[in-house]
């Protein structure tokens, strides 16, 4: 009986995915955040500073970052440049 249930419980969890009710605390390595889901070991990446777990926007942009793909730049830095292109051309 025991196997059926956790073949049940297998497919559930394939066609359903997991909750993520089981979460440890919040661990920070290599100043990355993230909770631990103790059903299927899933990382779920969390913010310290507001004390919540990441949305998937926030960490793509997390991820573009720490890979270099995304600069920030000032506002007034990249209109600056922008009017100073087009006016050279002009």
């Given amino acids: 009986m025991s196997v059926l249930y956790a073949i049940f419980n297998f497919l559930c969890e394939i066609l359903?995915?997991?909750r993520h009710d089981r979460l440890t605390r919040p661990f920070t390595i290599e100043q990355q955040a993230?909770?631990?889901?103790l059903?299927?070991?899933?990382?779920?990446?969390?913010?310290?500073?507001?004390?919540?777990?990441?949305?998937?926007?926030?960490?793509?942009?997390?991820?573009?970052?720490?890979s270099g793909e995304?600069?920030?730049?000032?506002?007034?830095?990249?209109?600056?440049?922008?009017?100073?292109?087009s006016r050279a051309a002009a």
């Fill in 16 to 18: 359903l995915g997991c």
């Fill in 39 to 66: 059903s299927c070991g899933k990382h779920i990446f969390y913010s310290a500073d507001a004390m919540r777990p990441l949305s998937a926007r926030e960490l793509r942009r997390m991820q573009a970052v720490q």
């Fill in 70 to 85: 995304l600069r920030i730049v000032p506002a007034a830095a990249a209109t600056l440049k922008g009017e100073s292109d």
């Fill in 34 to 37: 993230y909770k631990v889901c």
